[in-house]
Nanobody, 121 residues
Framework: QVQPVESGGGSVQAGGTLRLSCAVL????IAWFRQAPGKEREGVAV????????AYADSVKGRFTISRDSRKNTVDLQMDSLKPEDTAVYYC??????????????????WGQGTQVTVSS
């Protein structure tokens, strides 16, 4: 089975924007996670197949937007008003199953290789 593939990371100054893209098959749940050096992997945002319902970590609400582009088979993460604390490797994760807390990284079957996001002050 094909793994997700992330793109779009880079370096930006605080207050700037980046857009990440995840090329992924149509799994039930697709989420973005991030992991900063020395920290645990944390859920950032999720989107569900069918309803396109979304959820966000409190730390990114109002600044990040997750969306699906069915034409391109991608799930994108628009990141606005970036802060230095957003610096991390960002991963796309996907799973075909329902019924678990979306922010639990151990429950996802498919992971991308990650893309670095660096925000300077």
């Amino acid at each position: 089975q094909v793994q997700p593939v992330e793109s779009g990371g880079g370096s930006v100054q605080a207050g700037g924007t980046l857009r990440l893209s995840c090329a992924v098959l149509d799994y039930f749940i697709i989420a973005w996670f991030r992991q900063a050096p020395g920290k645990e992997r944390e859920g950032v945002a999720v989107i569900y197949r069918g309803t396109d319902d979304t959820a966000y970590a409190d730390s990114v609400k109002g600044r990040f937007t997750i969306s699906r582009d069915s034409r391109k088979n991608t799930v994108d993460l628009q990141m606005d008003s970036l802060k230095p604390e957003d610096t991390a490797v960002y991963y796309c994760a996907a799973d075909p199953r329902a019924g678990f807390a979306w922010s639990s990284p151990q429950r996802y079957q498919k992971w991308g290789q990650g893309t670095q996001v660096t925000v300077s002050s």
